[in-house]
């Protein structure tokens, strides 16, 4: 029998979909990585403002930075940098977005990061800028993975920083994950035109001992805990394409029909 092929993994992917409830009005995409086998998955491919889940992308951006000029960051690029993850600090976010140089820095450091789908937001909001579930999973693999232009001692900072997000914000990708074994950045915003919010989570999780990383992005939410079990459920059911589960409810779907 032939491996199963991306191809395959999204059409589980698809189905495992189906079962989640997505309001009339809202909008989910959802992405994730297998890091032991390097499969992936994707569902939907629409663009979505990040809100704050940009903030690793900003810090990832300035520590490529700090490398290209030989350096360590600074201690205020530190404070700042650890309010902007652990806490979402939006002045530390808009210090740091300063000092990549607004979108323009946030575009370049992303084109090396092979970011395809990411643009920075118009002058100081940074938290529209928009994005793809898949660039997010491109990001992550700057993070988590072996192949990054990130060197390791930057991964090692941006990951121990995503691993102690502040106890309030723990929500999203997290829900998959076994315990304590999650690393993370959620982001929420609503939107003062429509009330509505767009609600995003991502990073990596660990399930029954193997790593996956995962983005979650919502967009048109009539409350943010209504986005929250929105990207949750969707990180639930990407995991499950490669955990089993989204097979089990395929097979099940099928022999309904």
């Known amino acids: 029998m032939a491996p199963p092929t991306k191809e395959d993994h999204d059409a589980l992917l698809a189905a495992a979909m189906r079962t989640v409830d997505v309001a009339d009005g809202a909008d989910v995409s959802v992405a994730v990585l297998d890091m032991d086998s390097g499969r992936s998955a994707a569902y939907g491919d629409g663009t979505f403002d990040t809100a704050s889940i940009v903030k690793v992308d900003i810090l990832a951006a300035l520590l490529l930075r700090a490398q290209d000029a030989g350096r360590l960051l600074t201690a205020a690029e530190r404070a700042y940098a650890t309010a902007m993850i652990e806490h979402s600090d939006n002045d530390s976010a808009s210090a740091l977005w300063e000092a990549v140089g607004r979108a323009a820095g946030l ?50 900072y941006l990951k121990g920083l995503m691993k102690g997000i502040a106890a ?12 304590t074994g999650w690393a993370l950045k959620n982001g929420w915003l609503p ?40 990207v949750e459920t969707a990180a639930r059911a990407a995991v499950s394409v490669f955990t089993g589960d989204a097979t089990a409810r395929a097979s099940a779907s099928a022999g309904a029909s």
């Open 191 to 230: 939107r003062s035109a429509t009330g509505l919010w767009d609600i995003n989570s991502i990073g990596r999780v660990t399930v029954d001992g193997r790593d996956y990383l995962v983005a979650a992005l919502s967009q048109g939410n009539a409350t943010k805990e209504a986005g929250v079990t929105l």
């Open 107 to 156: 575009d370049s450091a992303n084109e090396r990061f092979g970011l395809t789908g990411t643009s920075g937001g118009d002058g100081t909001l940074w938290g529209l800028t928009q994005t793809t579930a898949a660039d997010q999973l491109r990001l992550l693999r700057q993070v988590f993975g072996d192949d990054s232009v990130l060197n390791t001692a930057s991964q090692t």
């Open 168 to 179: 309030g914000q723990r929500w999203g990708v997290s829900a998959v994950a076994d315990g």
